[in-house]
């Protein structure tokens, strides 16, 4: 095998061990849960859209009829979701091995979480920081925080003095900061795994160019030339299907050689399409002083503390 032709086929076995994956129900996230199915692990697909899962749940099974595939509820935009979610899933199982935080969107205009927060950031940032928080110490020796981030973190900034966005709002700069957030948070996160001796890395992967649903409710136009059978020809050198978007996930999830810190994207030209391999993120996701100010205000806003 070689580095730029990994494929699903190239993981290990992941028999008898527990995937919790969000926004499973679609997409990035309903590939990932097949993927992970498919080698063997028993996948919890924690999901807004419950209808949704089931039917992503009967599509896995279609194709996986042995495979062990459950449903929890969970909103990430929603702190109580989150807590009520956590514990639902830590009631299911013994352990979990995998986290893998996929689950997002972008608003298509200025809106903030039922818990006051910017929409974006407290969903794709906010909502992941306090589940993995409140899933960590379940989380089994050798497990791994995949966060699956976007290359539009390259473009976000973090103004810690308009973390709401009231002066500086744009549908692409919320998204971008989101992603931006999300992936300081799982550099951070990994110095204080290593730092406190924990068996548990932390990881991150990005789809590159992928059609999902994630740019649900934006303008039509936009929507039909992403997803129009008319374009799909042309579409396709620039922009993968969801099942070949979700091998970066796959790969820094079950890679042996993955280490803590690392980040998987596609190979391909602007690391919008082709087989996963390690790529760089932008310089400001290493940034420990970012880092450490980051983690200090998630804990605040969210009340969950660890590490």
Not at 24 to 29: L, V, W
Not at 181 to 195: H, I, K, N
Request: include cysteine; charge should be negative.
């Amino acid at each position: 095998m070689s580095d730029l032709n990994w494929a699903l086929s190239d993981a290990p076995s992941q028999s008898g061990r527990v995937a919790v994956v969000t926004g499973a129900n679609s997409g990035i996230g309903r590939e990932t849960a097949r993927g992970l199915a498919q080698l063997g692990a028993r996948v919890i697909m924690a999901c807004r859209n419950v209808e949704s899962a089931r039917e992503a749940r009967e599509d896995i099974l279609g194709g996986l009829p042995d495979a062990i595939v459950d449903i929890v509820a969970l909103d990430v935009s929603s702190l109580e979701s989150v807590r009520s979610a956590a514990a639902e899933i830590i009631g299911l199982t013994e352990a979990v091995d995998l986290v893998i935080a996929n689950a997002g969107l972008i608003a298509s205009e200025y809106a903030l979480t039922v818990d006051g927060f910017e929409m974006d950031f407290g969903t794709n940032f906010l909502g992941h920081f306090a589940l993995v928080g409140r899933l960590l110490d379940h989380v089994a020796p050798g497990g791994r925080i995949v966060t699956v981030g976007s290359v539009a973190h390259r473009r976000g900034t973090i103004d810690f003095d308009d973390i709401d966005m009231r002066r500086s709002f744009s549908v692409s700069a919320a998204y971008s900061r989101s992603k931006l957030a999300q992936m300081v948070f799982a550099t951070e996160l990994d110095r204080r795994l290593s730092a406190s001796n924990r068996e548990v890395t932390s990881v991150m992967a990005h789809p590159g160019a992928s059609r999902t649903g994630v740019m649900r409710g934006h303008n039509r136009l936009l929507q039909w030339g992403f997803h129009s059978p008319k374009t799909r020809r042309l579409v396709h050198l620039f922009i993968q299907e969801p099942p070949e978007g979700a091998l970066p996930t796959l790969r820094a999830a079950t890679d042996p050689s993955a280490r803590g810190g690392h980040f998987y994207g596609p190979s391909g030209r602007l690391q919008f399409t082709g087989a996963p391999v390690l790529v760089q993120a932008a310089d400001a996701v290493y940034d420990p002083d970012l880092g450490e100010g980051l983690w200090v205000l998630a804990e605040k806003l969210t009340g969950v503390d660890y590490l």
